[in-house]
Nanobody
Framework: QVQLVESGGGLVQTGASLRLSCAAS????????MAWFRQAPGQDREFVAG????????GYADSVKGRFTISRDNAKSTVVLQVNSLKPEDTAVYFC???????????????????WGQGTQVTVSS
């Protein structure tokens, strides 16, 4: 039912910035908690940032706090991850995820999310 499509990844140098976008289908976007995860080859999928359905609450992984910012526009059914001061260790496929039943809390477990995008590649070279 719900389709998520990420865009905005690319190959950049250390210290660069990118704006990752996730476009969602349907009219129920405003009821979903949203998050970004990332996964490098051979590694587990890890939580990066999350945002409540209202947009009032956000949460970040310690490794990205202060560098990444998540936001959403429910009228446009989009969620954005602004990534600044990129490091080589940020290299991964970044996935957008949606939880059909959100709350004020930010869930960080991949299994808590019902829908996933196809991912967008971010590569950071030194």
């Amino acid at each position: 039912q719900v389709q998520l499509v990420e865009s905005g990844g690319g190959l950049v140098q250390t210290g660069a910035s990118l704006r990752l976008s996730c476009a969602a289908s349907g009219r129920t976007f405003g009821t979903f908690a949203m998050a970004w995860f990332r996964q490098a080859p051979g590694q587990d999928r890890e939580f990066v940032a999350g945002i409540s359905s209202s947009g009032r609450n956000t949460g970040y992984a310690d490794s990205v706090k202060g560098r990444f910012t998540i936001s959403r526009d429910n009228a446009k059914s989009t969620v954005v991850l602004q990534v600044n001061s990129l490091k080589p260790e940020d290299t991964a496929v970044y996935f957008c995820a949606a939880a059909a039943r959100g709350s004020w809390a930010i869930t960080r477990s991949p299994g808590s999310y019902d829908y996933w995008g196809q991912g967008t590649q971010v590569t950071v070279s030194s």
